[in-house]
């Protein structure tokens, strides 16, 4: 169970989490790269205030399934977030954000370029009012280039980056993942650009730009695909869940109506697969002696290995291929995800009590540490419910604040 916050949203009694307690974000961003970052960061110990205009709310509140009025997904993406309204294109909101600044370490935004600009809020006043800032922005397409101009989410990313290109069934039409993958691959991308820039900080005492576009972060996770085209020529084609390197690589269903995923990356799994399903003759071929030999051979390896699951339940088969050394997994929804025993023993679920919803089980923070380890404090929080603890630490009267919020500046 998590630790429940103060009343201002610290954490009880002043607890430090993780090696980047002391260090203030301030997460301007909204779906749903940056706020990921941010969440990322939060989880290890930093104190984020979450920056929503005060009268539109971020959008993740309302994304998705909700559960007495209350967006679950922002319970994930706003946890361990403290939560302040600030209109930026006010004179107040601006003046507030700049006061806050001056204070803080790290702005993540991902306003379209120019924006922040255009609300006198550019790098050039940023980096003034905090010479040691590091300003994290993550766009669609860059902060410069033809595209820069343009709207965009993570799906673009997922078509321009080359992704959806491969992924789908042979002759069937490119697939764009069922959930935020661009997304998710720029969030983390972007908590390790801002580690770097702090790290930078730390040698030079200057602060910097980040700038990170979600079309890249994909592409680099696709490996070496550019590489490949530039040297060879070669454009992989879409291949359902075979591997153009290995087979067999695939999704094979047991006598239980189950599905079970198979991976031979290394040489010596694939022959120890082959003796496990009855075909050890099959490893003796000239073509089985590389993953590029074996990809050509799919049709003979999913038969023999297909057909051999096709026989067995599929807790036989998995305590078969643990049993001979070869790789294999259930393919689980995520009702297993949430009572697999490795996930158990990881700690990958953790429960965290919630002030409107009660106890929510969500994933845990990312990777474990053993001297500094991070935790989930709280839960996304109301919209709003820190304003007046902000921005008084930032200097505010009672009075001025309140006459922030006649103005509409918060």
Do not use: C
């Amino acid at each position: 169970m998590t630790t429940a916050p103060d009343a201002d949203g610290r954490p009880a009694g002043g607890t430090a989490y993780g090696p980047l307690t002391g260090l203030r974000v301030l997460d301007l961003a909204t779906l749903f790269a940056g706020p990921l970052a941010a969440t990322l960061l939060g989880d290890f110990g930093a104190d984020v205030v979450k920056v929503e205009h005060p009268r539109r709310p971020d959008p993740s509140r309302g994304h998705g399934p909700a559960r007495d009025g209350h967006g679950l997904w922002w319970k994930l993406l706003g946890r361990n977030k403290r939560t302040l309204t600030l209109d930026l294109s006010t004179g107040g909101g601006r003046e507030a954000l700049l006061r806050l600044v001056s204070g803080a370490d790290v702005v993540v935004e991902n306003f379209r370029p120019g924006t922040l600009e255009r609300w006198g809020l550019g790098w050039q006043e940023l980096s003034a009012a905090n010479p040691r800032l590091v300003l994290a922005r993550v766009t669609a397409f860059g902060q410069f280039g033809p595209y820069a101009h343009r709207p965009g989410f993570g799906t673009l990313a997922e078509a321009m980056s080359g992704f959806a290109a491969i992924t789908g069934e042979p002759g069937g039409p490119p697939t764009l993942p069922p959930f935020g993958l661009a997304d998710s691959i720029a969030g983390i991308a972007t908590a390790y650009a801002v580690m770097a820039a702090l790290a930078g900080r730390d040698r030079t005492g200057e602060g910097q730009v980040v700038d990170l576009a979600l079309i890249e972060p994909t592409l680099t996770a696709l490996g070496p695909h550019p590489l490949w085209y530039d040297q060879l020529g070669h454009v992989q084609p879409r291949t359902g869940n075979r591997s153009v390197n290995n087979a067999p690589r695939n999704t094979y269903r047991t006598a239980d109506g189950s599905w079970v995923a198979v991976s031979t990356s290394a040489q010596s799994v694939a022959e120890r697969v082959m003796t496990l399903v009855g075909r050890p003759e099959l490893a003796e071929e000239a073509w089985f002696a590389d993953g590029a030999g074996r990809a050509a051979h799919a049709d003979e390896l999913d038969e023999a290995v297909g057909s051999w699951i096709a026989r067995h339940p599929r807790e036989d088969v998995l305590a078969a291929f643990d049993k001979a050394e070869a790789a294999a997994a259930p393919v689980q929804d995520v009702r297993e995800v949430m009572t697999d025993p490795q996930y158990a023993a990881l700690g990958t679920l953790a429960e965290v009590d919630d002030p409107d919803l009660g106890p929510l089980r969500m994933q845990n923070v990312l990777f474990r540490l053993t001297g500094t380890p991070g935790a989930i404090r709280w839960s996304g929080r109301a919209h709003g419910a820190d304003t007046d603890a902000v921005l008084t630490e930032a200097g505010y009267a009672p009075a001025e604040v309140a006459a922030l919020r006649a103005a509409g500046a918060v």
